[in-house]
């Protein structure tokens, strides 16, 4: 026990000898930026302890912090070990859990100076974790700074939205641009542009295939009672739209972790000019750079008679069973026979369970354990779909930022599935369902 706290302080040693427990927690207190690979406090090795989960600090402040502590299965009868970058941080969540009636905690305060520098110490991390950047990253680019995984290329901002200019005119990062999603994806079938349309759009944005493109929107709390709900939806576009330049070809594409609610959490500046588009000329490669990840009805087809590749379904409960289509523009009701269901969450314009409560991409540790239990693996071809792309594109982002080697988004989804009367669908709940899965 400490002289100077409460809880019980433990060594790298003892951490060591309880990383075989199964009762014991390891919870990073740190952003979750840190937890997924950034050294944010130039720690020698970037990325959590194995095992841990992650619980930043700034959660404490929510009213159903407990009720997330609960939804990743920390309860009172573990063995909780906190660890992260302050000492007065991890003593004040230490004592928000005992508050909370766990009893068995301890502190590891060595996280920097003694488990990072040791390379014999298992640690983790996010494989692609430089493409999902924290708002940090984005302020010190924009600052004149060179953060690192930073190479000083030409970046463009680019604030995703969907017919919605008053979301960036709103409050935007300074010195970024807005991008409609209608410059990428064509409103007939909702799927990619032609490879002249998206060269012109890319252009005129000032991207060519060797600028660094940081993209991110905005949540405005969408409403399906709205003539155009998307609209208030930009978070999701602004991961359709790096999905769509990534296809294209452009090489170094990053989303803000969190989108527009990180840049307001860490209370940067923020902007409401209208900054003006730069074009360029020439694009530099020829358009897609990546056609392997997008996938159309054909490949779809295909996929489904494969044992080794998989759809999967990113909608929710009420779509997957074809109680509603999801859309006002989508008549037809149910779902392609033999997807998987890969659960977004309440409705077409949400993706709770691929978020954290801050928006920020969730755990991926706990994005692949949830898919692993309903068969989607690295080890196959997988399409991500949704209605028309925007949530099949984020659940692909995903996977992708998980380092698994042939995952693409089925690009007509629903909608252009549906459109043929030739396709087979079905609707009510599929025999041999578990529902503890998704419970």
Known sequence: MSNNSMFTEISTDELVALLSSPKAKFIDIRPVDAYNGWQLQNEPRGGHIEGAKTLPAKWANYIDWIEIVRSKGILPEHEIVLYGYSKDKIEEIATRFQKSGYNQIKIYKHFQDEWS??????????????????????NEIISGER???????????????YRNRDAYLSGHIPGAIDMDTLALEATETWNRRSPEELEQALLQ????????????????????????????????????????????????????????????????EIATDDVPKTPVENFGVNIPVKSE??????????MLASSTADLVCVRSWPEYIGEVSGYNYIEKKGRIP?????????????????RHVDHTTREFHEVAEIWKQVDITPDKHLAFYCGTGWRGSEAWFNAWLMGWPRVSVFDGGWFEWSNDPENPYETGIPENWNAEIYS
């Open 117 to 138: 520098p040791n390379t014999e110490l298992p640690m983790d991390f996010l494989p692609r974790f430089e493409n999902l950047v924290p708002a940090s990253f984005v």
């Open 147 to 161: 953060p690192l995984e930073y190479e000083g290329k030409k970046v463009v901002i680019v604030h995703a939205h």
């Open 205 to 268: 944005h000032g991207i060519t295939s060797d600028t660094l493109v940081i993209s991110y929107g905005k949540f405005m709390f969408p409403d399906n009672d709205d003539e155009f709900p998307g609209s208030a939806a930009g978070d999701i576009g602004a991961i359709r739209n790096a999905f769509i330049m990534m296809y294209a070809g452009v090489k170094d594409v990053r989303v803000l972790n969190g989108g527009f609610q990180s840049w307001e959490d860490a209370a940067y």
């Open 293 to 302: 990840l997008a996938v159309d009805v054909p490949e779809a087809k295909e």
């Open 338 to 354: 033999g997807a998987i269901f890969g659960n977004c969450g309440s409705d077409a314009y949400h993706m709770e369970n691929y």
